[in-house]
């Protein structure tokens, strides 16, 4: 079974100036990326905007990622959702199309306690076969899946991989202690990337990855496979001015992550169109920061 490592984007999903996917867009970004050299990528996550698509229109992003892909690297597919049976019938579907791992966020707006989180993934695990992410995000589900409840769901193998999207890499530090250098742990934010590599991270699952995969990737692979990390800060500081964009918003508010990640591919001359309602495009302030870090890292229009 194909190990999960490495740099992992969860793909933007490409709008055309009516508002419906674009599939001829879709398939470029995969070719994109995949040529950017990502080690894998995720399909219908939160960054696609699984939750602004239809259940039609994410059936459609999984199937055209996954031809496009032509089995070059390993798929995961987002298949989360608010209810145990809706997630499992969408990690099931999944699976019948051939994706290679799962992605799956605790359900949301219920605040749910650690006992129903655990019977949640159990269930999950006992209608699937293929490997399965846990994503731990408080700020989307309001609820914290605790070090206790984690180690708990990889040591009884309800779980094979650990996505932690705690900005601060701690939770990485005390999982790793805990359960050893064998451990899959991926960070799942992207603001600290370089301290949950030298915490342990395997890998990243980056959204910011979309706009330059190559800078992304050869950051990762600086830090897992090369500990080179004087070399992998350099980079890092070049990378950052963009990510603290994608990640930290204006006045306090929640930043426009998707829309910045689409505007930097924009700018890249990528044709991915705009977000969905409700979320809207850039402010011009927001924008004109965009413009500056984009021309900063020095890949402006340098994909055609």
């Known amino acids: 079974m194909t190990v999960f490592r490495g740099l992992y984007p969860p793909l ?8 419906r996917i674009d599939e001829q867009a879709l398939r470029d970004h995969v070719d994109f990326v995949i040529e950017g050299g990502v080690d894998g990528m ?5 960054t696609g905007e699984f939750m602004n698509l239809t259940r039609a229109e994410w059936e459609s992003v999984l199937g055209i990622v996954k031809d496009q892909n032509r089995g070059r690297v390993p798929l995961i597919a987002g298949g989360a959702w608010m209810s145990t ?4 019938e969408r990690c099931r579907y999944a699976e019948s199309l051939g994706y290679d791992g799962l992605l799956v966020i605790s359900p949301w707006y219920q605040v749910h306690t650690q006992r129903e989180l655990y019977a949640h993934f159990k269930a999950i695990r006992e ?5 399965v992410m846990v994503y731990n995000n408080p700020p989307v589900t309001g609820v914290q899946l605790s070090v206790d409840l ?3 769901l990889y040591r009884d193998d309800i779980v094979q991989y650990l996505k932690d999207a705690d900005s601060d890499p701690y939770t990485i530090s005390r999982l790793r202690m805990r359960l050893g250098d064998e451990t899959h742990l991926f960070y799942g934010h992207d603001n600290n990337a370089m301290g949950a590599f ?7 699952v980056s959204g910011s990855a979309n706009t330059c995969p190559e800078l992304w990737s050869k950051f990762v692979h600086l830090c897992i496979d090369d500990n080179d990390y004087v070399t992998a800060r350099k980079l890092w500081y070049r990378i950052l001015p963009f990510i603290e964009i994608v990640t930290v918003g204006v006045g306090g508010e929640r930043a426009d992550w998707i829309a910045v990640i689409k505007r930097g591919l924009e700018l890249r001359g990528r044709r991915v169109g705009s977000v969905r309602a ?5 402010t011009d302030e927001v924008d004109a920061k965009v413009v500056a870090a984009i021309d900063a890292m020095g890949i402006a229009e340098t994909v055609a």
Not at 12 to 19: N, Q, S
Not at 42 to 46: E, F, H, L, V
Not at 127 to 131: C, E, L, R
């Open 127 to 131: 209608a699937v076969n293929i490997p």
């Open 198 to 204: 030298a915490f342990g991270a395997t890998g990243w």
């Open 42 to 46: 995720c399909a219908g996550s939160s």
């Open 12 to 19: 933007i999903t490409p709008f055309d100036e009516a508002g």
């Open 150 to 152: 984690l180690e708990r």
């Open 278 to 282: 409700p979320m809207l495009p850039l």
């Open 85 to 88: 049976a809706g997630t499992i």
